[in-house]
């Protein structure tokens, strides 16, 4: 964000998020310890506050995945269920690698507003092993073909969550981050 010259701050403690104007929620790793911590550190609540309020919040990767009701990822794990839905692994088949990692397409659906600026169908970073599936398909912003097609994007009000990595996607990625920080 301070490279697209946009202020943002790192939350410590749960009562920071409380004045938050917009929130993202970023992960890497794995989903059982994510939202352990964040139910140990009392995130939960201001979290789904932040949500039920409608502020724009972006959640990035295990983010978003951490959305959803369930996650089988080594095991049952229950999500924060903002969405409803699960996250399951791709298939084991021959040829395609798991973890999904590297550059992809992503194709936007009904042109959300954090592509916006983006060509349609370009390549963004990916790097995950499992993604979601939601039982609402009118959240879904974006797609993404490997192996099967998945949801890559969510889009419910002011809520929004990639599977990609922004960060990690150069120019385009830096676009989207701008597009959110200019929400609202």
Known sequence: F???GAKARICAHPRELAGSE?????????????IHELRRLDFISPIRDHLAADRPFLGICLG???????????GTWEGLGVLPGEVVRFADTPGLKIPHM??????????PP????VPRDDYFYFVHSYYVVPKD?????????????FTSAVRRGNLYATQFHPEKSQTR???LLKNFANLG
């Open 2 to 4: 301070e490279k697209i």
């Open 22 to 34: 917009k929130l993202v929620l970023p992960g890497v790793g794995a989903f059982r310890d994510a």
């Open 64 to 74: 978003l995945q951490m959305l959803f009701d369930v996650s089988y990822e080594d």
């Open 102 to 111: 590297g550059w992809n397409r992503v194709t936007p659906v009904n042109d």
């Open 114 to 117: 954090l592509l916006a600026n």
């Open 137 to 149: 398909e009118s959240i879904i912003a974006a797609r993404t073909e490997y192996g099967t097609t």
């Open 173 to 175: 990625g830096l676009q």
